[in-house]
């Protein structure tokens, strides 16, 4: 194994590694590069934020543009750990970051913010570009297989096995979703091995498979002819309530070949994981017609249908069609259908089984992860000095909105200035 030292020019100024090209590690180099530091980015794709630019796919969502109190209530539990970071780099910091790089955003409809031009490829490609300038160095396929007995960072890199010894090192591993873009969670061992109680990786923002339905197999799941016919079908506009999580919203999700996806889903994923981790599955109910009210649900069922079949009569009184009119009878036992009462309920409150998320490597991100309680302020390991994290490798989650990308952001921010603080303090800076 060959120890090279990255402290290759005669600067003395301090070598900082960060290892995870994400939002998260790009953040922690820029902060540090600005602040006069030697900067190693080390990743093991071929590129750097892979996740970031498929996350602009279907339109970059980079922050969100309700009040600063709502928005840090989206980090649920880790709010009071965030909310520092989030306060000093939050979603108004991070549009004004944007526009410095030359990508101006807009606000959309619910709040969300966008680049103008919905990408994340102009905004990385202006980053980086700021980065090299700054002195940043990329080492790309470079991959982290943790410490040698002598304390410096092993590398799997192209020319074999390498150390390097740093001053410090922020890891910005992110979580354990999506894995053929990089982050693989396979650092919670690396961690554990140094005695840092790693929370486990689980879904986020996921989508969930069926239980047992009326029509579907006894082992649970959709019925062939569900499956066949709909998945991949739109559900809207509809309700989902979760009752026991005090959940009750109006939106749309998809049908899947085992289940359930989309975004009015990972608005629920973290409670309905939580209940069927304590309870073996989850029951929430959907509202097919959310824009009516219950008692003209059940005059328009009641209303005499002479001799038209059910199907006839629920898609010309009430418009239900498709795949909303395929859930009536995947989920509803043939009696209920029959009883007008039975079915006009349903149609406001129609139950749905959920045996379990999907897995982790589909989810949009991960709960679990490095917990708070392991860092200090500054987000530097306790057990570890010198070793900063940040990202979505931290223990916290949030649901969709752009409230993922920000606490990248800002975390990652937080650890490049906790390294700074870190140098400052034990005279190395
Ligand atoms: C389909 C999809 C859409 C999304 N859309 C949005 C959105 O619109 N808005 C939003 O806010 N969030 C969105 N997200 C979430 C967001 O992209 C992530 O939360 C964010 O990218 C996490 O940033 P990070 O820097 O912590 O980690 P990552 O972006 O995952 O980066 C981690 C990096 O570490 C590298 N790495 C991992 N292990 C090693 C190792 N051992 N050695 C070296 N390198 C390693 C990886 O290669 C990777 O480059 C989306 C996610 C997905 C999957």
């Not at 970071?85 to 969300?112: H, K």
């Not at 410096?152 to 053929?180: D, N």
């Not at 629920?268 to 069927?276: F, Q």
Request: proline content about 6%; hydrophobic content about 50%.
């Amino acid at each position: 194994m060959a120890m090279q030292a990255p402290l290759t020019n005669t600067s003395t100024a301090p070598s900082v590694a960060v290892v995870g090209g994400g939002p998260a590690g790009l953040m922690a180099a820029e902060t540090l590069a600005e602040a006069g530091c030697r900067v190693d980015v080390y990743d093991a794709m071929p590129s750097v934020g892979r996740k970031f630019l498929l996350a602009g796919k279907g339109g970059l969502n980079l922050t969100h543009a309700e009040g600063i109190e709502a928005f840090l209530a989206r980090y649920g539990a880790r709010r009071g750990a965030l909310e520092p970071m989030l306060r000093s780099f939050g979603p108004e910091s991070l549009r004004a970051w944007a526009a410095g790089l030359g990508i101006q955003t807009f606000v959309g409809t619910s709040g969300r913010v966008f680049p103008r031009d919905l990408k994340a490829a102009p905004l990385l490609r202006a980053w980086l570009h700021r980065l090299r300038v700054a002195g940043v160095r990329f080492h790309m396929r470079h991959r982290w297989l943790g410490w040698s007995t002598d304390g410096a960072l092993r590398f799997a890199a192209p020319q074999g096995e390498l150390a390097i010894g740093p001053v410090a090192v922020v890891l910005a591993l992110g979580g354990g979703s999506w894995v053929r873009l990089g982050s693989d969670g396979a650092w919670v061992p690396l961690l554990e091995g140094r005695g840092v109680l790693v929370a486990p990786l689980v879904p986020s923002n996921c989508g969930f498979d069926v239980g047992r339905t009326a029509a579907g197999p006894a082992a649970g799941g959709w019925s062939e002819h569900l499956r066949s016919r709909f998945a991949g079908a739109p559900l809207k506009p509809v309700a989902l309530r979760f009752d026991e999580a005090g959940f009750a919203r109006q939106g749309e999700f998809v049908v899947t070949e085992s289940g359930i996806e989309g975004s009015l889903v990972y608005a629920a994923s973290a409670a309905i994981r939580d209940a069927i981790a304590a309870k073996g599955e989850a029951r929430v109910e959907l509202d097919l017609l959310p824009g009516r009210d219950a008692a003209s649900v059940l005059r328009e069922v009641m209303h005499a249908r002479g001799p038209r079949s059910l199907a006839t009569h629920l898609k010309s009184r009430l418009g239900i069609t498709g795949v909303k009119a395929a859930l009536l009878h995947e989920l509803l036992p043939r009696d209920a259908l029959n009883d007008g009462v039975r079915l006009a309920a349903a149609l406001k409150a129609l139950p749905l089984r959920l045996a379990r998320p999907r897995p982790l490597d589909e989810a949009i991100s991960s709960a679990g992860g490095v917990p708070f309680e392991a860092l200090d302020a500054g987000l530097m390991l306790r057990a570890l000095p010198g070793v900063f994290c940040a990202g979505e490798m931290l223990d916290w989650e949030a649901p969709t909105g752009g409230y993922l990308l920000t606490a990248c952001f800002a975390t990652g921010r937080a650890a490049g200035q906790g390294v700074l603080a870190w140098l400052a303090s034990t005279h190395k800076a």
